[in-house]
Each structure stands twice: as C-alpha cells, then as structure tokens.
C-alpha cells in the first residue's frame, strides 16, 4: 500500500493536536468518523452490505451454500471469508498486488470468529454429517482512507444481519436417506444468532496518546496499532499487533480497556443504524440479535 507523503511539519502539526485531544477534522482522540451504511447492496446474495466511513468504501456479500461440513464440526456449519482489494483502492493493488493484505484480513476475521461464543454456526447443519449451510463471505475494498479493518468488520456484521436463509425441512425418504425440502415461503429465515459477533476496534499510538480511527495522514505519524476484535458484550475474540514501535505493559492494558469500551459503544450504535438500514431497505429479518 502506498504510503501518503507527509512533512514533518504536518506531522508535528497532527502529533500536537492529538496530544491536546483535537484533531485534524475535529474529533477527539476516540470519536469515528461518521458510518454510512446500507443493508441489501447486492440483492443476488443471501445478505450483503456497504460501508462507508470517510474515503474508506467496503462491500460485502454473503452467498449461502449446501455442502459437506468439516470432520472436525460436523454438526455446524461453516463460514469463509474472501477478501478482494481494488486498484481503485490503491494502484499497488492491481493484479495480485493486494493478495497478501486481502490473506491478512481475511485471517483475522476467521480467527475472530472461529468460537462459538461469538457466532454459533450449529444452527447451519442441515443434516449431521452430510450437509450444513456454508457461507461464503465476499469483502470487496473500493476505497481506502484508513481504519480499514474497523469497516471491514463492520460491513460483515451488516451482511450477516442482512442475511436470509431460506428454510428446510428434512425427511427420511423411503431408500432411508434424508430427503430436503426448501419451503415455498420465500419469507420464512432459519435464525443465526449474531448477538456476540465482534467487531474490530483499531487503537493507534500518536504521540503519547491512543486514537480510533485514523485517517491515512495521522497514520503516517502513528508508531504501533492495536487491533481488538470486541464483541457487544465487551468481550475480546482476538487482537494483533502491527507497526514498527512497541508498547509498554502500562500502555498495552490501557488499549485493551479503551479498546473493550470503545467496542460496547460502537456495537450499541451499530445496532441502531442496522434497525434504521433495514427499515430503509424494506427487508425483514429473522435473524436474532
């Protein structure tokens, strides 16, 4: 990704901001930009969504599948992301350019959600064993302007509540295997409960101050990221760590518990904006949150 050229006196002009809890455009140190959002922006998928915040622009769709479930899980279902970076996002991203960044955003996001404490996939077998609901899970970036995986994150969760599976029934038909009827009610949903699904909260080290959701030029002055995945409940899925600086374990357990807080908050206003979405889009939802 290419880095945005920055003077240093930029540079000390947004680290001395910062240090004084003003920045650039007005925010404080741990306020978002503001977060548009659309429920149903691919009406081919099962669910999808698009996120903007600021001149960052993610696209998800998620298409659902019947196929074979794991050895290891074989009463659950499955879920796999796939992450597809524009060269309108970033030159460097042309041809297979993004391929490793793409890798990286996926792993993080199945390794957030790889415990059933927070995305319960049991509800996607269909029959133990033989077939459970797969969901293929498309990111599409279109923009980059920083806090990537926060929205990322985000139009994920947005997807997954968009998300209509259609219901089954099974019987076991005379050769005694079982036999799968999709219902004629294109309305009736098997419920995926989505309440304690994380989102990622991205802590940057500016100074010696942490600040959310940093626009690519006070990224340019940051030294270390913290990236938590927090679920609604405030519980943490996983974190990383990226950057060349390091963190003292004072500063380490201040990020954790910014991070927890700042999760809780962005989920409850999340929530909102998901009721607001769906009422817009005309779309009703069975799925629980």
């Not at 490793?100 to 927070?118: C, D, M, N, P, T």
């Not at 259609?166 to 050769?175: A, F, N, Q, R, Y």
């Not at 003292?248 to 908050?265: F, R």
Request: glycine share 8%; with cysteine; aromatic share 6%.
């Amino acid at each position: 990704m290419a880095n945005l050229a920055v003077s240093d006196s930029e540079k000390t002009f947004i680290i001395h901001g910062v240090e004084d809890n003003l920045r650039c455009d007005g925010r404080g140190c741990l306020d978002y930009r503001h977060i548009e959002l659309e429920l149903g922006a691919a009406p081919n998928c099962s669910g999808s969504s698009h996120v903007r915040i600021a001149n960052t622009d993610v696209l998800v769709g998620i298409k659902a599948e019947i196929a074979a479930p794991d050895h290891a899980a074989p009463d659950r279902g499955r879920i796999e992301f796939f992450v597809d970076l524009t060269a309108n996002a970033d030159p460097e991203f042309e041809g297979t350019g993004g391929d490793e960044l793409g890798q990286q955003i996926a792993g993080a996001l199945a390794e957030a959600y790889v415990s059933k404490r927070f995305l319960d996939l049991s509800s996607l077998c269909i029959v133990k064993n033989q077939q459970v609901w797969v969901l293929f899970v498309d990111i599409l970036i279109l923009e980059l302007g920083g806090s990537l995986y926060d929205a990322v994150s985000i139009a994920v969760k947005a997807a997954l509540y968009d998300l209509r599976i259609p219901k089954l029934t099974v019987s076991i038909g005379e050769d005694g295997k079982p036999e799968i009827e999709v219902s004629d009610d294109p309305h009736t949903q098997e419920p995926l409960a989505i309440a304690n699904v994380p989102c990622f909260v991205t802590l940057s080290k500016i100074g010696s101050q942490f600040v959310v959701d940093v626009s690519q030029e006070e990224a340019e002055c940051s030294t270390v990221n913290m990236c938590c995945a927090i679920a609604p409940n405030g519980r943490m899925a996983t974190t990383m760590k990226t950057g060349v600086g390091s963190l003292h374990p004072d500063s380490l357990i201040e990020a954790l518990q910014l991070a927890q807080e700042i999760g809780v908050a962005l989920h409850k206003a999340l929530h909102k904006q998901f009721v607001k979405a769906q009422e817009l889009s005309g779309r009703t939802n069975g799925f629980l949150l």
